[in-house]
């Protein structure tokens, strides 16, 4: 369990964790030397059921509490302080306003100092304190005096922790790793350690992990989990890590970075949010709000972007954006913390519903709609609950990565919902979307009618484009999750593929028996000359027909897909064309620079130039190749799809 403390300047924090835990936390010189604590301090309590309590010491005053703000994010169970002489006063109220924010349930209130008062006074103290804490998240807690000089409710308090350690379970593991960075130092002869509570997941000796803000891959040499060595570190312990890497340095490495698994990385400046304005303010929250964000150990200026008000009264709640300066580390269900542009005061706080929100369209009805949805914490209800909104599909890669969640918790989650998960279209595997299979039905009726259709209006046509046949179709579908879709129809047997295009089983188009005759005389020739066919005049004065004729059969056999029209009047059997990207794509790869001439094309198909121009700039209207400096380059995704959909004729 972490214990974080809170409270005003000079209530005693620091000494009450040092006769509980018989460390001091002020480690800073100039700490000792002011008596005041400045930064964030750490100590330790091993347990007799041999659990260690962690203790989070964080600064009092108004100008630390960035400071503050970044060792509290993590705790389990607060410790407010309040001193006997002094009674509650502004830090004491900022704190436990900041620990209501973060959502912190669990913790105590210490009355210090209680040797200077007499029981009217702690009587009439714990009235205040009870007054003060009505209506946040400690309405119940526990109210103790206790005194460090005489040891006064020490042991007392002492036992309630330890209660609590018992009561309080391992949190789960069984997220990604996630640690925000709130210390980095070096240790001679070891290297570079990062210490932090660990959000979620675990991590062990040798794992690979990276930092967020740069990338940079960190190889974990060596574990402390609360103070003590460990094989593994994980959720809920405060944690110091050795780390290693070519880009792993103390001064690479600064406070509100985040150390996580390679599959987290993904750092966003905006995030969207339900904000609840401090009742307290004295005015209401406007539109572009500049604002001192503070979310897990980080520490950025915001601008606040109202999405379904105008503005944000005292006291009330709202959806909003959060327009950042620089990127940070969020994800859903993070808790946050908003300052006034002076860092002077805690003026709201709130809960990430979306880490990467989009730039456009932020305050439609439909986005407004979602956020909502977002809102629900179970990840089962909440992919139900997305699932029933337009267009009625959710992308389960962004929704696992925004909650965290590994592969088998998100198809549980997709299971519990009652969905139906689809792979995705380029088989990499996983589940890559989910949808009701109501949907699901109703995309595939529209799918083989749409089809249906267009095989009655244009027989002689092999099909539709998969693009085409999105757009056709009377529903919106993104072009990834219906790619995704069309692959399980395929391995339904739903439609058939003949190359790029889409049919329904049973589709074939037949040419007429003059045509047939025509094509019998055609097909030898282009099967002779793969890579270099004579044009549409010279077949039609070898076979002695009208050009025009030649010209129709040629683009009737391109629409069933027999062939492909490289250029102006010049037809290629549908194999070879793929031949010859897989000549371009093999040049590609040979190449160091991955960049090949349109000389090197040509005498690899042993044509002529002009013959081998035609076809390069065949592959670039198709997206197969890039002209660049007189030399191309390969796109790969374009490049496998092409050769894998055109298939052989």
Known sequence: MIVGTAGHIDHGKTTLVRALTGVDTDRLPEEKARGITIDLGFAYLPLDNGRTLGFVDV??????????????????????????????????????????????????????????????????????????????????????????????????????????????????????????????????????????????????????????????????????????????????????????????????IHRGDWLVAPTLRRPTDRLDVRLRLLPDESRPMRHWTPVHLHLGAAHVMARVVLLDAESLAPGQGALAQLVLDRPIGALHGDRLILRDQSARRTIAGGVVLDPWPPTRFRRRPERLALLQVLEESAPAAALAALASLPPHVVDLAVFALARNLRPEARDAAVSAAGLQALPAADGAGGSAFALPLARLAEIERAVTATLGTHHQKQPNSAGLEPEKLRVALPMKIAAAPFAAIVAALLAAKVIEADGPWLRLPGHAVRLSAEDEKLWAKIRPVLEQQRFGPPRVRDFADHCGVPENRVRELMRRLSKMGVVWQVAQDHFFLRGPVVELARIAGDLAAQAPDGRFKAAEFRDRIGGGRKVAIQILEFFDRGGVTTLRDQVRVVNRDRYERFVKGAGPS
């Open 59 to 252: 600064p009092g005053h108004e100008r630390f509490i960035h400071n503050m703000l970044a060792g509290v994010g993590g705790i389990d169970f607060a410790l407010l302080v309040v001193a006997a002489d002094d009674g509650p006063m502004p830090q004491t109220r900022e704190h436990l306003a900041i620990l209501d924010l973060l959502g912190v349930r669990r913790g105590a209130v210490a009355i210090t100092k209680a040797d200077l008062a007499d029981a009217d006074r702690l009587v009439r103290l714990e009235t205040d304190i009870r007054l003060l804490l009505a209506g946040t998240t400690l309405a119940d807690a526990d109210v103790m005096p206790a005194s460090a000089q005489t040891g006064l409710g020490i042991a007392d308090l002492k036992v309630r922790l330890e209660l609590e350690a018992e009561a309080t379970g391992d949190r789960a593991a069984d997220g990604w790793f996630r640690l925000p960075v709130d210390r980095c130092f070096t240790v001679a002869g070891a290297g570079t350690v990062v210490t932090g509570t660990v959000f979620s997941g675990e991590t062990r000796q040798d794992d690979q992990l990276v930092l967020l803000s740069t990338g940079a891959a960190a190889r974990v040499r060596g574990i402390h989990a609360q103070n003590a060595p460990a094989k593994v570190g994980r959720a809920g312990q405060r944690c110091a890590l050795n780390i290693a890497g070519p880009q792993i340095s103390k001064d690479a």
